[in-house]
């Protein structure tokens, strides 16, 4: 498995192309890779709720509510701005002032515990068939995560056997859904990638993932 840049995709894999338009027919269209996000879809942002539970008795998983909000609404801000910081600072930012708005006390030592649990986040239930049941194709993350996360979440759930490549949007410096991430394709494909509103590997959670070639 390769980590690589969202403008990095030219690494061929040998996969024969064919074509992802319905024949006259009415044929099923031939999906030949799929690209899932990291967060949300494959891996539960709210398991550090145990932890933050065992740090703030009482407010784990309003803080895990608080912390998501605040990365999801930074990542829009900076993209804005056009002032882009890496997912890990715009992560520990939304840890700060989630706990600044709880008035809870985070010191330097509950900082690095709940910054370290979410390099190690659960996946979901499903994630691993999900996964499994998709092995025909080529599988990838395309995430806003930076290398660093994404590399250690992915080693400490054990999903390095199903994925062909992550690959983060850190190199473009600017966070999804900006279009300057949905560069050419990977895998060796010669098609775009047609970016999907679909129903995530969470039966229960409406998502924006699973780019498809």
């Known amino acids: ?34 690209a899932f996000d990291a967060y949300g879809t494959l891996f539960d942002v709210y398991s550090v709720a145990a932890l933050g539970e065992q740090l703030f008795p009482g407010h784990g998983k309003e803080l895990s509510q608080v912390w998501r909000t605040n990365q999801l609404q930074y990542t829009w ?64 993350i395309l995430s806003n995560g930076s290398p660093k ?21 850190d190199e473009v410096k600017i966070f999804k859904p900006s279009p300057r991430r949905l560069g050419s394709p990977p895998f060796g494909l010669t098609e775009p990638m047609r970016p999907q509103r679909s129903w995530g590997l969470r039966r229960r959670e409406y998502c924006t993932s699973s780019p498809t070639w």
């Open 1 to 34: 498995m390769s980590f690589l840049p969202a403008t990095s995709w030219s690494q061929p894999l040998s996969v024969t192309p064919t074509s992802n338009r319905a024949s006259k027919t009415g044929a099923t269209p031939q999906i030949k890779a799929m």
């Open 77 to 140: 801000l900076r993209s804005l701005m056009g002032n882009y910081r890496d997912f890990e600072k715009v992560t520990s930012d939304g840890l700060v002032n989630a706990c600044n708005k709880l008035k809870l006390d985070l010191t330097a030592e509950k900082h690095a515990q709940l910054m370290d649990a979410y390099n190690q986040l659960d996946t979901f239930p499903e994630t691993k068939e999900a996964l499994k049941a998709l092995s025909g194709i080529p599988l990838a």
């Open 149 to 169: 996360m994404l590399q250690a979440a992915v080693k400490s759930s054990g999903l390095e056997g199903f994925l062909s490549k992550v690959i983060s949007v």
